[in-house]
């Protein structure tokens, strides 16, 4: 199964959330999970908010980081190049649906790649990108 995972995904992997379990839940289905440089920069930005808000020490997010690079060599995470319509895809995501969903930027990204690799299912635990996804016909768990 190929799978196309937000950064909400990814965190909740390695952070302990709400969503934590559920996350590990669906991990144990082994797929094959599609991480491109943006979903790269997201999760730099996630770690670093959370050191900003007091809710981790940085010596807790290199760690962390450490342990998802770690988990990328290992290929847990398979690291793809950006799609090359990425963009241009996002772009009619947003005003195909924008009004309608309330979707962001980068929300519409997320979903743009899942099209583009070609992602059987779409994991996230943002509202708004899973209608989205559904809405583009992914299966979103």
Request: hydrophobic residues 50%.
């Amino acid at each position: 199964m190929i799978v196309y995972a937000d950064s909400s995904f990814i965190v909740s992997v390695y952070v302990q959330s709400q969503h934590s379990a559920s996350a590990d839940a669906l991990l144990r289905q082994r797929p094959h999970i599609h991480v491109t440089p943006f979903l790269l920069a997201e999760w730099a930005h996630a770690l670093a908010g959370q050191v900003f808000r007091g809710q981790m020490t940085a010596s807790d997010a290199q760690r962390i980081d450490l342990a998802f690079e770690n988990d990328r060599k290992g290929e847990l995470w398979l690291g793809m190049a950006m799609p090359d319509r990425a963009f241009e895809i996002c772009a009619d995501l947003g005003r195909r649906y924008g009004a309608k969903l309330g979707v962001r930027a980068l929300d519409s990204l997320h979903v743009a790649c899942a099209l583009e690799l070609m992602a059987e299912r779409f994991w996230t635990f943002d509202e708004r990108q899973a209608k989205l996804a559904k809405a583009v016909g992914l299966k979103t768990s």
